[in-house]
């Protein structure tokens, strides 16, 4: 039995005239009676709200934002409103109380009845025990509202779909328990990463739903989109194990895309699954273009070649003790004809798994050294430009022949010129590549170990390659001094890289507090939007003064 004493009910009605006798009758009935919810303490205190339907919108979004049981009140002056009762108005009200209810033992059940059914429904349907992340219910609902909402304030809601590969791996490898655990954290991470804006669904197994509202476009969508895939790229830690889980996701964007909750989430759904088809990792849902779009992504990688559709962007690297900037990395972006300008995440995988990723890998190369020449007509011919390279560059024959042609054709000074490689690039078919970058490095070409920390392996196990930096992965410097594992992490991997003589890069430096720990404890070189995110030659260019200054930030004192 419910306590009335215990609940606050407030009241949101238009007409004052009927408040006095329903205030009276809800006293009577022992319970609490707060203000109107106009004030949001009113609303934050109480356990139960009635509701007038003839109130809108913004007080309509409050209440449902809020998750209050809340009870559609109807009064006499509104017997004409009765039949306009429509969806929106009642949707989410647990009971229907009428004024000629106003009895306090009819109000109390009434009441106790609404709260009642919202707990059952909240544990049932509305929650996913598991994760605490909405069900498929409180999916819909909420979607539907923010849809709602879209046609009052303009904007624009996106959803994602997201589906974990390789989860009955771990299913069938660690138990039902262990793989219960890497949900929670999934979910976890989802959260800390997307904010409390965000809602955020498990549906059953290993799929997710992402629902992302008011947005200003479709680029705010897809750089949301890009997050929640990074979330992936660290491994998890579960008891002891570390467990990397990558993910597939499918995105749909309303009002580009038009239909109900229901037929959006199974858009999105279908583009999930074609991203996992096509090898993509993530695929927009566009009406009609879906299918043309990411069938042949091998073909598609083969026309943006030949007709250069490709472009180098540049992501500068700041020497921490000279405060110049040494380096850059070339990032590959594809410039597409109508879908705009895409990030890597949406084409390298399958540029990787179709074999493309080596033709263009040439490409690549190539562009840098042009892009060098350039430099050095600048007065940049001192900056080192690296290049990212693929398992599958290292696993063509033919690589270690063809790069000294590149570069002889090319006219650069080798010097400028390094390899950016990850573990699992080195670790792939190790005796392969410790021959490729044998003969890599004769050529006087550098090497530098990317995602440091984020692998299996420990430096141990890669110092048989000839490796001259190790980039510390942005994972680690984006919680130093928030985590003091990360802290004692970041502190490590320096000073292991420095007994093994080795330079030491941090990237993805955001903030001061990072550029001020990486400082502290003597890493050499930084690179993250604090200084510049990737940009195309052209505007680094037009830099080009600021660049041969040394950098500027409150930090970086004077030399
Ligand atoms: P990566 O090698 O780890 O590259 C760094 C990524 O971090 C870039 O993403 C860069 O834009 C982003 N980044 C840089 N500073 C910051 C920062 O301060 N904060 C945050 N949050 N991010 C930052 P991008 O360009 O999307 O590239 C993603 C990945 O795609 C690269 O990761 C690399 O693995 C791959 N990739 C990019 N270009 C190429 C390429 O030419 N060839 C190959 N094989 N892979 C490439
Ligand atoms: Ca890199
Ligand atoms: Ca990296």
């Known amino acids: 039995m419910l306590n ?7 009241l949101c009605l238009e007409h004052g005239v009927v408040t006095a006798p329903l205030v009276d009758a809800l006293r009577a009935a022992g319970f609490r009676v707060s203000g109107d919810i106009d004030t949001p303490e009113h609303l934050a205190a109480a356990q139960v709200v009635l509701f007038q339907p ?12 809020a998750r209050k049981t809340w009870i559609a009140y109807i009064d006499h002056n509104m017997a004409s409103v009765h039949n306009n009762l429509d969806a929106f108005s009642v949707s989410g009200a647990r009971e229907v109380l009428y004024a000629d209810e106003l009895a306090p033992h009819r109000l109390q059940r009434c009441i106790e009845r609404a709260i009642k059914q919202q707990h059952a429904l909240q544990r049932q349907s509305h929650f996913d025990s598991l994760t605490g992340l909405l069900s498929n219910r409180g999916f819909l609902e909420a ?91 660290e491994p998890f830690q579960i008891l002891s194990e570390r467990v990397r889980v990558q ?12 239909g109900s909750a229901e037929e959006l989430m199974r858009n999105a759904h279908s583009a999930m699954q074609t991203a996992k088809e096509r090898d993509v990792h993530l695929c927009r849902y566009e009406q009609g273009a879906q299918q043309d779009w990411t069938s042949n992504m091998e073909q598609a990688l083969r026309v943006a070649l030949r007709r250069q559709e490709f472009e180098l962007h540049y992501q500068p690297k700041v020497c921490l003790r000279e405060r110049t900037i040494i380096g850059m ?14 990030m890597p995440s949406e084409f390298i995988t399958a540029a990787e798994s179709s074999g493309m990723i080596v033709p263009m890998g040439y490409w690549i190369i190539e562009q840098v050294c042009r892009d060098l020449s350039e430099l050095a007509e600048h007065g940049l011919q001192n900056v080192c430009v690296a290049t990212n390279l693929s398992f599958r560059q290292l ?42 970058l ?33 980039k510390i992965d942005r994972s680690f410097t984006q919680r130093v001094s928030l985590d003091h594992e990360a802290d004692s992490i970041v502190r490590s991997i320096i000073n292991l890289a420095h007994d093994l003589n080795m330079q030491v890069v941090a990237e993805g430096v955001e903030d001061d507090i990072q550029l001020g720990f990486l400082l502290a404890n003597g890493c050499d070189q930084v690179q993250g939007f604090l200084f510049s995110e990737p940009r195309p030659l052209w505007e680094v260019l037009q830099l080009i003064d600021q660049i041969l200054r040394p950098v500027t930030h409150p930090l970086l004192t004077p030399l």
């Open 395 to 436: 696993q063509d024959e033919q690589f270690a022949s063809v790069l000294p042609r590149l570069i002889q054709e090319a006219g650069i000074d080798t010097r400028c010129l390094e390899f950016e490689l990850t573990e699992t690039t080195v670790l792939t078919d190790p005796k392969r590549a410790l021959a490729t």
């Open 4 to 10: 009335p004493n215990e609940i606050t009910v407030c």
């Open 54 to 65: 003839s109130v809108r919108s913004a007080q309509h979004s409050m209440l449902v934002g």
């Open 329 to 342: 990395e070339a990032l590959i972006r594809w410039r597409h004809p109508t879908r705009g300008l895409l």
């Open 143 to 233: 979607t539907d509202e923010a849809l709602f909402k879209v046609s009052e304030h303009g904007r624009m809601v996106a959803l994602l779909a997201l589906d974990l590969r390789g989860f009955n791996e771990v299913n069938q490898h660690h138990g039902f328990n262990f793989a219960d655990q890497l949900l929670s954290f999934v979910a976890l991470r989802l959260k800390s990463a997307l904010g409390p804006l965000a809602k955020i669904a498990r549906l059953g197994g290993d799929e997710f739903f992402i629902l992302l509202e008011q947005l200003p476009g479709m680029e705010a969508a897809q750089q949301l989109a890009q997050r929640v895939h990074a979330i992936f790229d």
């Open 438 to 470: 044998e003969a890599v490095t004769a050529l006087g070409v550098t090497i530098s170990l990317d995602d440091f920390g984020t692998g299996y392996s420990s430096l141990t196990h890669i110092r048989q390659f000839p490796i001259s930096t190790i």
């Open 247 to 258: 993910a597939d996701i499918g995105m749909v964007t309303y009002p580009e895309t038009l």
